[in-house]
């Protein structure tokens, strides 16, 4: 297949308050069958309580399936946000983008809870206002849902605003399956793309034991100019990720499943456009030209699909996720318990010319941004499957962040790269600072919902949370000044009891209107010190 994309602008959001309590009224209505056509039936696992005919749900959620997803050619989520409603993407690039629903924006933890099958990989990026959301890429799903929030019962913290939920294909042991993909396509005013992907299912005890592999590789070339290195299509983003799943059906009520997941991202620098003279201000413009043409800087005119960026800014990540689930079906209910670990390392640059000018000091510099972070998550829980009026779940949550943030301010050549290795004391270092966070989260959880008859339920809800967090900071090297030996340590804790509601009302089998009230949370953070 061939294409041609014309890359649009990137798109931001307007920051909002953060809502802690929201009233919803949804209705929900199937459309007649066209032309006698049968009509494809969603089911979602939204409300943790197994697969769910989406129309029969009480909740605010949108499903994107698999299917579509292949049929429109989708690598990322940002490719199909643009069909769920009061879903906004910040987007900065690759790697970088932000999910805001309903308006509700937060810096540090996203307000917006990200899960891949059990697996937690919310964004927590405190300098970023809880953006740089993982991006893996869209293969081998079943769907995609998003629920609109708040969703603190089931999903608890950073799902004040929603959640996202990825639900991968399951490995199947009673058949091979085989599929490949690939994609050619041509970006205006820059070069070829190319993807490949493939997925293998292998039955290895038949009925029993299967293995699900998954693979695959995209190459994007860049549209961006920086016209202040002379270097052309920037912004090249290069994928390469791959997934391997086993699942075994001991018997009719057991089920032991895992996968791991591995993808590296590799983009030459950013996707910011800034298509005018210069970073500055006019007054920093006449006052700052003659200090930054000694570096061997002109003023370049304005031109389309442009940056100016005095330095390099690459972009390297790499993400590695594990998952596990027992799981036992004992007839009048279900248990699950499963256990996942989620890392992330990014190694983020960025121009820190246009701060320095503003502070004064005519130095083109760039700064360094390691991070990691590891998340180590746990849930159980039991969820009902009576034949009465009666239908509950009810489960625990654990989870364990190490978080690391570095800073490193290094003065740059006319190439715009450092001159030195960041080094406390070297002229050419300019700033440091380390950071490093830890949070831990317990939270004990249920919901309720009894039905009345055919038509009308009610349902209730209600979380305990706690969090803690611990964080230290410390200068590596202050402007003008000595290192600091000792960090800087800082704390907060918080627990509280978060409540749902819901009336659900279903006068047709085409028809489903409730009335919500829910609260959701998110956890706060400690105060920075001071850094560029």
């Known amino acids: 297949m061939l294409a041609k994309q014309d890359k649009q602008q990137r798109r931001s959001s307007r920051q909002r308050p953060q809502a802690r309590l929201a009233l919803l009224l949804g209705m929900a209505l199937a459309a007649p069958a066209a032309l006698g056509a049968q ?87 405190k300098q970023d206002g809880g953006g740089r959301q993982a991006a893996i890429e869209l293969h081998d799903l079943a769907r995609i849902e998003v629920l609109k929030g708040p969703q603190g019962t089931l999903y608890g913290a950073s799902s004040s605003a929603g959640t996202v939920r990825y639900i991968p294909n399951r490995p199947d042991p009673t058949r091979i399956d085989v599929n490949l993909g690939g994609l050619v396509s041509s970006t205006e005013d820059g070069g070829e793309n190319f993807h490949f992907d493939g997925m293998f299912n292998l039955p290895v005890i038949e009925d029993e034991l299967a293995l699900r592999a998954v693979a695959w590789y995209t190459n994007e070339d860049g549209f961006i100019d920086n016209l202040l290195l002379n270097n052309k299509d ?227 809800g209600l979380r305990w949370y706690q969090f803690d967090i611990d964080s230290a900071n410390r200068e590596t090297q202050p402007f003008g000044g000595t290192p600091s030996l000792v960090p800087l340590r800082l704390s907060q804790d918080d627990d509280k009891v978060t409540a749902k509601g819901s009336i659900r009302f279903q006068p047709t089998e085409d028809a489903l209107l409730y009335f919500t009230v829910s609260q959701g949370f998110r956890p706060g953070g400690t105060n920075d010190v001071a850094f560029i």
């Open 39 to 125: 009509m494809e039936e969603i089911m979602v696992t939204a409300q943790k309580r197994g697969e769910q005919a989406l129309q029969d749900v009480p909740v605010a959620v949108q499903a994107v399936t698999g299917d579509s997803i292949r049929e429109q050619v989708a690598l990322e989520f940002s490719d199909i946000a643009a069909q769920i409603s009061s879903l906004v993407v910040q987007d900065l690039g690759p790697g970088d983008r932000k999910y805001i629903i309903r308006g509700i924006n937060s810096t540090a933890t996203s307000a917006v809870g990200v899960y891949y099958d059990e697996a937690v990989i919310t964004a927590r990026t």
């Open 234 to 460: 920037i912004n090249d983003n290069e994928v390469k990720g791959g997934k391997l799943a086993a699942e075994w059906r001991i018997n009719d009520a057991w089920t032991v499943s895992a996968f791991g997941l591995f993808q590296n991202r590799e983009v030459g620098g950013t996707s910011r456009q800034m298509p005018i003279k210069q970073p500055l201000l006019e007054a920093n413009q006449i006052a700052f030209a003659g200090a930054l043409g000694a570096f061997g800087f002109g003023i370049p005119e304005a031109q389309k699909r442009t940056t100016q960026s005095y330095t390099v800014t690459p972009w390297d990540e790499d993400i590695t996720l594990f998952g596990g689930k027992l799981e036992w079906d004992a007839g009048p209910g279900n248990l699950l318990a499963t256990v996942n670990y989620f890392k992330r390392e990014i190694d983020f640059n960025f121009d820190s010319t246009p701060i320095l000018l503003f502070f004064g000091v005519p130095i083109p510099a760039i700064t360094h941004e390691p991070q990691q972070r590891e998340v180590t998550t746990a849930e159980i829980r039991w969820a009902s499957d009576l034949d009465g009026p009666l239908q509950f779940v009810v489960g625990g949550f654990l989870s364990r962040e190490d978080k690391d943030f570095e800073v490193q301010v290094i003065a740059t050549g006319s190439d715009g790269q450092p001159l030195a290795p960041f080094m406390p004391g070297d002229p050419n270092t300019i700033f440091g600072r380390v950071k490093s966070d830890e949070l831990d989260q317990e939270a004990l959880f249920g919901e309720a919902e009894f039905s009345f008859n055919d038509q009308w339920s009610i349902l209730a």
